[in-house]
């Protein structure tokens, strides 16, 4: 096994296999019609048939669904937790999980007092000085109920409830573990890491699945449980419309690598960290991203775009930020490279919060990833791009051993063949000796009959044995490849308007940016021999 030493050969040379999944998401479970003061007047006035708008009717429903919650923890002899002010929910549920072994139910009911909006009744007096009771939003410190149950599909996971009105829920599932729970119905073998996979038998098939989580898996998900669970809203209420909807407020979108060796990871972090502390800056955010940043006028795009390495222990990861998306990147415990974009607002890409818009959004999410490691490839794997321009400059020795001249930059007959090579790749039936030597002639200046025949054969073969063009079987008649379409247009247009223009740049007697970067490096070059008595 060799050792990888850029980031292009870590991830051609030493990824295993690789899986695209929706990982952690966090979904507002929640009541369309009650989210607003006029709603909740048109419950108290339908739903309860009370005239006077206030909240204090509501409380009968919040103490009903306290003793509801209460009830179905001790008939089903689920364990009751009051978490402690900064204890780690996710250990708790840890902890008890490894115990549990029950194919699917409750694991235990948590409860936490959180900060959240809800309707509260003001007193407001009319002129006369006669007062009437208000509804108003606010926010208020209350208790939640949590929910840790793990599912036949889904695995573990928690719902969340408001024990007031209008009872919102939050939702947290983990497609990992979906994926890990279909794959051993669909008989993949696998071996599990976290919300990972280390080993599996059938990628494509995996692949299957966790193309296939969606919003329908999702919503049967919640369906299934609110029928399980005690509810906060009647069968009446229920019947009458008020039925939850969900909506997305974080959703992970990852790409697992797993690599051959520990080494590969360190050897990819260690490039990809010391030069890529520019990835946060508009222009590379807009190409990971795809999106056009605004820096000014009326509408700037909000946001700080900016790049963080954060060290746990030894472990470094690299995040990325556009508006409130992360792009994180990090060695997973020490054995796959999981690059994760994180959208918290799905408004920062123009796409509505509703959980029906998820495809927009994984499209969003894995796009991103697989742009930002395309860019980290060719950004920071110079020995890659070295070797493409040897292999077109540099001679080709033959089986046979004949050696065969490459095309070298800057030489007027080398240029001209790569500039008529996209002009031969329109046509569809290939060109011949004769059209080379007849276009390349008018580039050159000169006059075709004074090129012979001889003379093309030898620049057809250079061209053939570079890769850059291909003779079509059974004929004298070739045709342009791909790699010789996009490196004759690279090259031709370096040649033709990078070179001249900075060139001239660095000649002209008028003040320039290239002249005054060249005398500024040439001036701290004079320092430092000064300084370091090297001119001595």
Known sequence: MTIARTVADVLSEHVRFEVECIDRMYLNVYQPKLQYAAGLVGYVQRQLGLPIASTAPLAKITDRFTAAV????????????????????????????ASFTAPEGVVFIGRAQ????????????HDDGLSYPWIVKTTGVVNHFYFYCVDADFGPFFLKFCSYFPYNAKLCINGHHWAQRQAAKAGIGYVAMDNAFAAVEDVPGL???????????IDALLRKWLAILPHPFTAVDRAAGYRYDVSVLQAEFSLTQMLDSPVSGRVFFENVIRENLDTGRPDQVSLVFGRRLMKTGPRPTPGRFRTRVITDGVTPSLHVD?????IKQYHKEGRALRTETTINDSYDFRIGKRLTNLPALREIGFTANRRLLRVQRISHDPITGTQALHAITDPVITAAGARIPGLRLGQQRSHALLSALPVFKLQPDGFVNRDLRSLTAQLRGTDPGTVTVGQMTYDLRRLRHHGLIERIPHSHRYRVTDTGLSTAMFISAVHDRLLPTGLADLQTPVPTRLRAATRSYQNAIDNLTHITGLAA
């Open 114 to 125: 959180e900060k959240t909006p809800l309707f509260r009744t003001e007193k407001r007096h």
């Open 207 to 217: 692949q299957g699945i966790c193309d296939r989580l969606g919003p329908e898996q």
């Open 322 to 326: 556009y508006k409130n998306a992360t």
């Open 70 to 97: 209460h009830g179905f923890a001790e008939a089903e002899h689920i364990e009751w937790v009051d978490f402690l002010k900064g204890q780690r929910k996710d250990d708790v549920m840890a902890n008890r999980l």
